[in-house]
Each structure stands twice: as structure tokens, then as C-alpha cells.
T-cell receptor
């Protein structure tokens, strides 16, 4: 069983469209991270959120941590082909063990 | 500063063999974690080492083992390989950031194929 469920699992959109990816859990995490992974490469850390209700922006990407620290969302504005990749959320407790979500595979078509 | 380095990048082994994968963390990082990534199961935590001691262990059989050396480099070993062990094995080194939160930095992974 997965502690973190991501939706949608697959997403294919046209360049310029907006999208939102969701990461949901029944567990409370001390922190939540979002990663992007390209084929044949390791995941690259995008952001860490730690406070319930926290919102962080990274250029066209907006990350939100739920008030109860159980869920998170990633919103991309005006998607570009370079945004294509596998997006992973990861919940952390104390220590260095992270539980990864099921992943959302995003394809942005030029 | 160099990133996390994993060797080899690709490996093909036969069922029943054993394999050792290597990971060199970012300089100054003392924590190294290993993950298995497969299309069906996603990223699954294997174990974490800190200062040569295993601190956390995931739900994998005893065929999967690891160790960490005094220079923080880590190795992972899988014995009696099975077809289902075919996966991308990822190593991550981690450090607490300025806000006290742990951030993990991944290597490119080792793609293991068992035939």
C-alpha cells in the first residue's frame, strides 16, 4: 500500500495550458517535498514545504501544503515542453526516510 | 560541489547471481539512503545509513543489504538475484537545510536488469 497517492497518474496537455497535480495521504507529515524526474535520471528536488497551509512559488510552479499537513498540490501555469517529466511528492517524518507518492507523468505537447 | 555519483549506470545480471552497487554522496553529507524504483511500485525505500550505521530499513527481504564506509560512501548488495529485482536503484544523500528540514539529493541511478 502507498502512503501517498498522486492524481492524475498520467497527464498530457498542450503547451500553454494550466494543470494541477494532487498528492494525498491519510498520514500527517512533518514535511513534504516535490521532485521532478526525467527519463534515465534521478529525481531532482523542486521544493520543500513544512507548515500547514504554506504556499511556495517557483516561477510558473505553485506548491501548496494542506492545512492538516496530509496533502499537497502542485499547480503549473502556462506549461511548457520543458516541464515534461515524472512529478513525485515525498512525505517525511523525523529522520531521513521519505515515503514517495505514486507519481504523475506529465507530457506537454508543443 | 560534485553531486551524488552512482556506479555503474547500467548492469545486466543473471538470475541467482549477486550484485554490488556503489554510491558516493555529496561531500559533507553523512546520510545515504537507497531506493528501488519500478514502474509498478514506484519509489520504495530500502535503507538509510548514517555514520556507518543503518538507521532505517524498508520492507525488503534479507537478500538486500548495504553498508557505509568512514568516508560516507555506501554500497548496496543484492544476493541471489530474481527477475523481479530488475529496477532503477537510486541513492540519495541528505542534509538538513537552513530551516532544519532534511533535503535529499539523488544520483542518476543504476539500471539493473536481471535476465
Amino acid at each position: 500500500t502507498q502512503l501517498l497517492e498522486q492524481s492524475p497518474q498520467f497527464l498530457s496537455i498542450q503547451e500553454g495550458e494550466n494543470l494541477t497535480v494532487y498528492c494525498n495521504s491519510s498520514s500527517v507529515f512533518s514535511s513534504l517535498q516535490w521532485y521532478r524526474q526525467e527519463p534515465g535520471e534521478g529525481p531532482v528536488l523542486l521544493v520543500t514545504v513544512v507548515t500547514g497551509g504554506e504556499v511556495k512559488k517557483l516561477k510558473r510552479l505553485t506548491f501548496q501544503f494542506g492545512d492538516a499537513r496530509k496533502d499537497s498540490s502542485l499547480h503549473i501555469t502556462a506549461a511548457q515542453p520543458g516541464d515534461t517529466g515524472l512529478y513525485l511528492c515525498a512525505g517525511g517524518y523525523t529522520g531521513n526516510q521519505f515515503y514517495f507518492g505514486t507519481g504523475t507523468s506529465l507530457t506537454v505537447i508543443p | 560541489k560534485a553531486g551524488v555519483t552512482q556506479t555503474p549506470r547500467y548492469l545486466i545480471k543473471t538470475r541467482g547471481q549477486q550484485v554490488t552497487l556503489s554510491c558516493s554522496p555529496i561531500s559533507g553529507h553523512r546520510s545515504v539512503s537507497w531506493y528501488q524504483q519500478t514502474p509498478g511500485q514506484g519509489l520504495q525505500f530500502l535503507f538509510e545509513y548514517f555514520s556507518e550505521t543503518q538507521r532505517n530499513k524498508g520492507n525488503f527481504p534479507g537478500r538486500f543489504s548495504g553498508r557505509q564506509f568512514s568516508n560516507s560512501r555506501s554500497e548496496m548488495n543484492v544476493s541471489t538475484l530474481e527477475l523481479g529485482d530488475s529496477a532503477l536503484y537510486l541513492c540519495a544523500s541528505s542534509l538538513k537545510n537552513g530551516q532544519g528540514n532534511t533535503e535529499a539529493f539523488f544520483g542518476q541511478g543504476t539500471r539493473l536488469t536481471v535476465v
